[in-house]
């Protein structure tokens, strides 16, 4: 059975940093590419970023120069590493292999929550 679990969340000033982590259990973690979506109160589902199992990352335009999305292969580990946290960035935050399954395979989310 696959699992993807989030950890890491938390509540943080503005100017902060939190790190993510999705451990991957069930699949062959290493050919999946891999995503982290966000979603805010009163707002559809972000897409915030991507890594392909070759590890190309892709960002947003709002976090580009502040989140980082990483991936280790041997311990099937996703992680993101959040700087300059804005308020703006407050949500609740999804591990997703896109391509898992007929509609991809989703984790349970962390909130981070980004005081001014």
């Known amino acids: 059975q696959v699992h993807l679990v989030e950890s890491g969340g938390g509540l943080v000033e503005a100017g902060g940093s939190l790190r993510l982590s999705c451990k991957a259990t069930?699949?062959?973690?290493?050919?999946?590419?891999m995503n982290w979506y966000r979603q805010a109160p009163g707002k559809q589902r972000e897409l915030v970023a991507s890594i392909t199992s070759d590890h190309i990352t892709n960002y947003t335009d709002s976090v580009k120069g502040r989140f980082a999305i990483s991936r280790d292969n041997i311990r099937r580990t996703l992680a993101l590493q959040m700087n300059n946290l804005k308020p703006e960035d407050t949500a609740v935050y999804y591990c997703?292999?896109?391509?898992?399954?007929?509609?991809?395979?989703w984790g349970q989310g962390t909130q981070v929550t980004v005081s001014s």
């Open positions: 069930g699949l062959n973690f290493r050919l999946f590419p």
């Open positions: 997703n292999a896109p391509t898992y399954g007929s509609w991809g395979q």
